[in-house]
């Protein structure tokens, strides 16, 4: 009774193939009808073939540092601008140095070239530097919010605290910073929200102090005999002038009118980093008085955008600074959390430009922290993206912008493909004559590989931004062979089982096992060398290597889940389970030599007498 059991599980086994080919049908389906509805039916293609634009870079001495401009910088900050143009690795923009102090970044067309634009050449160094007055970003009269020199500090928590918005007068200094506060919260999420919109933490890195160097002056000690009182130390006379120019140029600011911005950015970012500047937020929308930097940008080590559920706060940015970093960062934040608003936020400023403000609310020890504050996806990315990425050794102008024609890309393109083309009839032709019948399952299993690369890489265009340059249709092309090896590998093996005296049902089955190896062996030999390939290289390179990657990926897909179950399916057609002389496994050609019979001896005949 066993054995029966046995071939009827072998018989119900050969009978799913049906399954395997249903769902990758139905998988290929689901990727055409995703291109289809994306609305974009083609690759997106590298500069090579489609075009696109090139930045030249120049290198500049900062004041300071004339030995900054070295081979171990440029490197530093070629691999920083590669991941910060290339957000998700293949989006294959080039990022590569020319001479000394040059670097070139090729965007290929299809990429927004204002952004990437503004990414590669936002090269001034990253730092939090605490917030110490906010206003609306149209100019005022008088600003407030930043302490005038002899005033008596206010008396809450003994003088020692300053009142909200650090309102020394008390008078005009609070109507204005009440108003910028009030405005600022219908603007930029990045702003100043400490009434309803302003990114608030989880806890938040924003959160500002005030510097040394703007704190209120002191009020003049008498003498003990109470006479006048002493006069201002150069020292104090020099903190109250720079206070009132600073009170004068945030008054004036015109954070927006896109010109003015750019010029307070460009003023602000050549500052000293141990200096106050007056800022605006990346949209125009408020402006700031910030402090010295108190945090180096490079102390970050990672910034994420995640997703939390918890307590609604949507898209966050998660941060981990290095141990120098989060001590820190630990300590300025508990100075932070002992302020009132708005002076108990960080602005996070690249370039001169307010990327980010938050409130802090508590100390934040262990080097770990959390921006929230509704952002919406693009823009906690791109928060993320600048804040693990902006800090660069180096800084850089922008000196040249041209515009890549896609003419000779084409034209190598075209041969390629005719090159490939030839190829693959030729191919195709030694099957036909070679494996007769068989050919077709090769042709077959060659359209789904085809189709389900074409349309990955379509979709793959506009999800990771992958683009198809040169490198890349030669990996498509190498790939062939690579799937046209596992067809063969097969074919041989069941082949082998004919020429052992097997009818073709148990031959496909019992061939697969040992093909299946073989064919997982190669294809992970391929994959490997692709994925090393990808990890070294960069730019078009990498484009070969993900390309190869992936149809060796698909190439085992094919084999396993439409190859096998068709030849399952054919051996039970009898134009192949009979050997056809045109199947391509027609016994006598495979040179199989029928068992030999066994005879009877014959019966000695009995010998007669005379």
Not at 167 to 179: L, N, P, Q
Not at 507 to 526: H, N
């Amino acid at each position: 009774m066993a054995a029966p059991k046995k071939g009827r599980r072998s018989a119900g086994a050969q009978g799913r193939p049906g399954r395997a080919l249903v769902g990758i049908l139905v998988a290929m389906v689901a990727l055409v009808g995703g291109m289809f509805l994306s609305g974009n039916t083609t690759p997106r293609l590298g500069i090579d073939l489609a075009g696109g634009t090139s930045f030249t870079l120049e290198a500049k001495n900062e004041p300071g540092k004339p030995n900054a401009i070295n081979s171990a910088n440029m490197d530093t900050a070629v691999n920083i601008m590669e991941r910060r143009v290339n957000g998700l690795g293949v989006s294959e923009a080039e990022v590569q140095t020319q001479g000394s102090k040059h670097i070139i970044v090729n965007i290929p067309k299809g990429t927004d070239a204002d952004q990437a634009r503004e990414q590669v050449g936002t090269t001034a160094k990253l730092g939090f530097r605490p917030v110490l007055s906010i206003g609306d970003p149209k100019p005022t009269k008088d600003p407030g919010g930043v302490p005038k020199p002899n005033e008596t500090p206010d008396k809450g928590d003994d003088g020692k605290k300053p009142a909200q918005g650090d309102k020394g007068d008390g008078d005009k200094g609070d109507g204005d910073s009440d108003k910028s506060d009030g405005e600022s919260d219908k603007g930029d999420k990045d702003a100043d929200k400490s009434d309803a919109t302003a990114p608030t933490s989880t806890p938040t890195t924003q959160g500002r102090a005030v510097p040394s160097a703007l704190k209120k002056a002191p009020t003049p000690t008498p003498t003990p005999t109470g006479d006048a009182p002493q006069k201002p130390t150069k020292e104090q006379a020099d903190q109250a002038k720079q206070a009132e120019e600073l009170q004068k140029q945030f008054a004036a600011l015109d954070c927006s009118n896109p010109k003015a911005r750019s010029a307070a950015s460009q003023k602000a970012a050549s500052r000293p980093t141990d200096q106050p500047i007056v800022a605006c937020d990346r949209k125009g929308q408020v402006k700031f008085i910030l402090g010295p930097v108190e945090l180096e940008g490079d102390r970050v080590e990672d910034a994420s955008a995640v997703f939390s559920a918890q307590g609604g706060s949507g898209w966050i940015v998660q941060l981990d600074f290095d141990g120098k970093g989060g001590k820190q960062f630990g300590k300025i934040t508990g100075e932070l959390a002992k302020q009132q608003s708005p002076q108990d936020q960080f602005g996070i400023v690249l370039d001169g430009e307010v990327a980010s403000n938050a409130e802090v609310t508590f100390a934040i020890k262990g080097g770990k922290a959390e921006i929230s504050g509704g952002f919406k996806q693009g823009e906690a990315e791109d928060l993320a993206n600048i804040l693990s990425y902006g800090s660069l050794p180096l800084t850089f102008d922008i000196v040249d912008e041209t515009t890549v024609s896609s003419a000779l890309g084409e034209e190598q393109l075209r041969a390629g493909l005719i090159a490939g083309a030839i190829g693959l009839a030729l191919v195709i032709l030694y099957m036909v004559v070679y494996y007769r019948g068989l050919a077709l399952v090769a042709i077959a299993s060659l359209a789904v590989s085809a189709t389900l690369t074409y349309s990955l890489m379509v979709l793959l265009g506009e999800a990771i931004q992958f683009a198809l340059n040169l490198p890349a249709v030669c990996g498509a092309i190498v790939a062939i062979g690579i799937t046209a090896d596992s067809f063969i590998v097969y074919f041989e093996r069941v082949r082998d089982e004919i020429r052992e005296g097997r009818t073709l049902r148990p031959a496909v089955q019992r061939g697969w096992p040992r093909a299946r190896r073989t064919i997982l062996v190669s294809d992970f030999v391929s994959f490997l060398a692709a994925a090393v390939l990808f990890i070294v290289t960069v730019g078009k390179v990498q484009g070969f290597a993900f390309t190869l990657g992936l149809t060796t990926l698909l190439d085992v897909v094919v084999v396993f889940f439409f190859t096998k179950p068709l030849m399952t399916l054919l051996a039970t057609r009898t134009f192949f389970a009979t050997g056809h002389p045109w199947s391509g496994l027609d016994p006598k050609r495979l040179g199989v030599k029928p068992p030999l019979r066994s005879r009877r001896p014959a019966a000695p005949a009995d010998t007669k007498e005379a």
